[in-house]
Nanobody
Framework: QVQLVESGGGLVQPGGSLRLSCAAS????????MGWYRQAPGKQRELVAI????????NYADSVKGRFTISRDNAKNTVYLQMNSLKPEDTAVYYC?????????WGQGTQVTVSS
């Protein structure tokens, strides 16, 4: 059974940093594009960042460019999201996603709260 397990969320002050991790199991990890999405209360889920299987293609939402960095370690079946200069508007549940043609898996989500 495919599992995506996120970790690293929590409460942080504005301007602080967090690093999210997502460990995947039961998939050939390098064949999947891996992404981070987020959903704030009352809003639709949105793409934050995505990285291709070999890390040659990376895209970010405009709202996080220059502050967030996505990376992956195919040897560890893990994708990361380094979040710096966090703002209150970054508060959301962050979800890990694994995607390839006709296949889409989601993690259970991890809460990130940015507040003083």
């Amino acid at each position: 059974q495919v599992q995506l397990v996120e970790s690293g969320g929590g409460l942080v002050q504005p301007g602080g940093s967090l690093r999210l991790s997502c460990a995947a199991s039961e998939i050939i990890f390098s064949m999947y594009a891996m992404g981070w999405y987020r959903q704030a209360p009352g809003k639709q889920r949105e793409l934050v960042a995505i990285v291709s299987g070999g890390s040659s293609i990376i895209n970010y939402a405009d709202s996080v460019k220059g502050r967030f960095t996505i990376s992956r370690d195919n040897a560890k079946n893990t994708v990361y999201l380094q979040m710096n200069s966090l703002k209150p508007e970054d508060t959301a549940v962050y979800y890990c996603n694994a995607k390839k043609t006709l296949v889409n898996y989601w993690g259970q989500g991890t809460q990130v709260t940015v507040s003083s």
